[in-house]
């Protein structure tokens, strides 16, 4: 371990790590035009261009909000941080399922029975414990930057949020509390949900950790307490899976009542929550089971057996339908992806134990969370359960493995694999709808100082000329102009993402000008209430890159009613996309984007080979025709 490396580990990455840039308000202003370019009509354009020079001209507003965000820069560790919480989730008042909260689908299991089930649901209860462990000690390895730049250490901050936030429902806006300070403070205690019933699983007893047979044996109790029926209380869970007003308003109304206080309280200081969910009862293909994991399948299946506002829910059905669901604001899917990947070889890597008896203490049952229903309290029931419902009907997920190449082609092609992947979800969306649209990739900040994300704007002017290429009916282009448009296209984003991950990406930056404004009671500048600023924030194609090195994949849904949500996961020799829209939306069709995505995928494919054969084929004219050119240097 390097010098820095263990500067960094031992939690004084605040200190090492640069503070997030802001970029020059002339670079910002001039990319935003050049972004939004080609998206809108000419005659907008011009209005736009105008509004913008009047904004950025010396001495204007622009220059004045800028000021303050560099004074901001200096006073905070993050500029952005707060700001950006607030905008991308915090005031969102969309339902969190589908909406906000993204999932790790795991392999299915083979589970025999129940037992298998709740073995498994021990042994990852465990490996929660030792992971926390590692983080509560501050014993994680450094996460290193790989892919561009590769090599800076990078901000740890989000993986110290992971079992100690909690994102409680607000009228106008959420708040999200992170408890760094909770171990020490109170015996930790986990939720179980099942049957639609919670459950406290101290997983403290005498001053001794549960082991892994005792966690097992106290999960087989909640799951017979679960069975009966006299005892079940209504499903309350469900009232998290509603809109976060009505949510907000919910809470208000079960705060009346102690029982309640006392187990809102409970779960929202718990470690995370463990669902023990029921057989969902459809075949678990990787779409089903990301559905599954996406809203449970509604209140008649398992979409109560949830409490959405907790960070980290790990579900374990007794079907082998298993994975985690994230409450999003507190961390980036990539650390999510790390801790479900330390689980998922900590199981497979632990064979089935028999529980022995004499390993194992008398621990009294895990107690049953108490709830105080009446007639208003039933009516807000039923009422998320429809709303929860009208989700499930809409969301239209479709799971897609391209199994004709991966990375390492794109690789042995010069080429950005994330470029390549993103270029091609261009392609996919033009031969569906013929036009290009504000496309969000999540480009990550962790280089900096409690660095989030920022995006980076897919959908460039290269990336047009390109996809028209490909596309022009009149068959006008030829392979070589074709393969020039592509390379410019993938230069162009991998151009972008290097801006963006070193932050000078523009999407943040407009905000915190925005941002500023409001802080200053100014009346919103004329660039913010623009259509095409508007328009440009609209984001019809949501996509982010979430890889793993172990079988799972992650996926979410739209973050518009007329988008797409697409997380792809590229591997060596193939690529996991998880495609989702919403069936409510006529111009929208999972199924149809995926078509053409994978007609698009080849025919890159295609012009890449053909123009590499074009490459290697001598000139007609060439005196040593008929023997292979040597390639390369
Ligand atoms: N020729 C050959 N190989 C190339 C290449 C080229 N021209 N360009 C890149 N590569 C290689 C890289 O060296 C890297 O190699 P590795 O697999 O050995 O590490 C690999 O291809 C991948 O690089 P690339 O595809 O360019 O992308 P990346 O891994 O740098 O990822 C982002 C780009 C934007 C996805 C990444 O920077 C990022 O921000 N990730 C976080 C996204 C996120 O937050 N997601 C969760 C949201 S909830």
Not at 43 to 67: C, D, H, M, R, Y
Request: charged content about 25%.
């Amino acid at each position: 371990m390097s010098a820095l490396q263990k500067q960094v580990t031992r939690g004084q990455d605040r200190h090492v790590l640069p503070k997030v840039p802001v970029p020059p308000l002339k670079q910002t202003l001039d990319n935003y035009l050049k972004c939004v370019q080609h998206l809108v009509k000419e005659e907008q354009f011009k209005k736009t261009k105008a509004i913008v020079e009047k904004f950025g001209a010396p001495g204007s507003v622009g220059e004045i909000l800028q000021k303050k965000l560099l004074e901001r820069k200096d006073k905070k560790a993050n500029w952005v941080y707060d700001y950006w919480l607030e905008d991308m989730y915090l005031n969102n008042r969309l339902a969190l399922p589908v909406n906000s909260n993204p999932a790790m689908v795991f392999p299915k299991q083979a589970f025999r029975d129940h037992k298998d089930a709740l073995r498994f649901a021990a042994c990852l209860i465990c490996g929660v414990l030792e992971y926390k462990t590692l983080i509560d000690t501050r014993q994680l390895p450094l996460d290193v930057a790989r892919g561009q730049l590769a090599g800076t250490p990078l901000c740890m901050a989000q993986y110290y949020r992971l079992f100690t936030s909690y994102r409680y429902p607000g009228l106008k806006t959420d708040t999200l509390k992170v408890d760094l300070n909770a171990a020490s403070l109170v015996p930790e205690h986990m939720i179980v949900a099942c049957k639609n019933q919670f459950f406290l699983l101290d997983i403290v007893a005498n001053n001794k950790q549960l082991n892994e047979a005792e966690i097992f044996l106290q999960l087989e109790k909640i799951m017979k307490m679960s069975e009966n029926a006299e005892e079940r209380l209504p499903p309350f869970g469900i009232l998290t899976s509603d809109g976060r007003t009505e949510w907000a308003q919910a809470r208000e109304a079960l705060i009346k009542d102690q029982a309640n206080r006392d187990s809102l309280a409970l779960i929202e200081s718990c470690i995370c929550v463990v669902c023990l969910d029921e057989p969902c009862g459809i075949p678990p293909s990787d779409t089903n089971r990301a559905l599954m994991m996406l809203h449970g399948g509604g209140g008649e299946r398992n979409g109560a057996n949830r409490w959405y506002d907790k960070s980290m829910q790990f579900v374990v059905g007794m079907d082998g339908v298993c994975g985690v669901v994230c409450e999003h604001s507190p961390f980036e899917g990539i650390v999510m992806v790390e801790c479900s990947e330390f689980l998922m070889k900590r199981i497979t890597g632990s064979p089935f134990r028999t529980v022995q008896p004499s390993s194992t203490r008398a621990l009294p049952p895990p107690r049953r969370l108490l709830w105080k229903c009446n007639s208003h309290v039933q009516a807000l029931l039923e009422a998320s359960g429809d709303r929860l419902q009208r989700l499930v009907n809409n969301l239209d997920m479709d799971v897609f493995t391209f199994e004709t190449y991966g990375k390492e082609f794109i690789k042995k092609q010069k080429m950005s694999p994330d470029a390549f992947i993103q270029i091609s979800l261009q392609l996919a969306f033009y031969k569906c709808r013929g036009r290009l649209v504000s496309t969000y990739e999540s480009a990550s900040l962790r280089r900096f100082q409690e660095g989030r994300v920022d995006n980076i704007r897919s959908a460039t002017a290269e990336a047009l000329a390109f996809v028209r290429s490909m596309t022009d009916e009149r068959a006008t282009f030829t392979d070589s102009e074709k393969m020039k448009r592509l390379k410019d296209a993938v230069k162009a984003q991998t151009d972008y993402t290097i801006a963006a991950i070193t932050g000078m990406a523009i999407d943040n930056h407009l905000l915190g000008l925005l941002k500023v404004s409001k802080q200053l009671n100014m009346e919103k500048p004329e660039i913010f209430c623009d259509e095409t600023y508007l328009a440009s924030n609209h984001f019809t194609l949501s996509t982010s890159q979430v890889p793993t090195t172990v079988e799972m994949f992650c996926c979410y849904g739209p973050v518009v009613p007329n988008g797409y949500g697409t997380c792809y996961n590229p591997q060596p020799h193939h690529i996991v996309f998880s495609v989702a829209s919403f069936w409510e939306n006529t111009e929208t069709s999972s199924a149809v984007f995926v078509k053409a995505l994978n007609e698009g995928l080849l025919e890159i494919r295609d012009l890449c080979n053909r123009s590499a054969t074009a490459d290697t084929k001598p000139p007609e004219s060439s005196p040593v025709a008929g023997q292979p050119r040597k390639s390369g240097k």
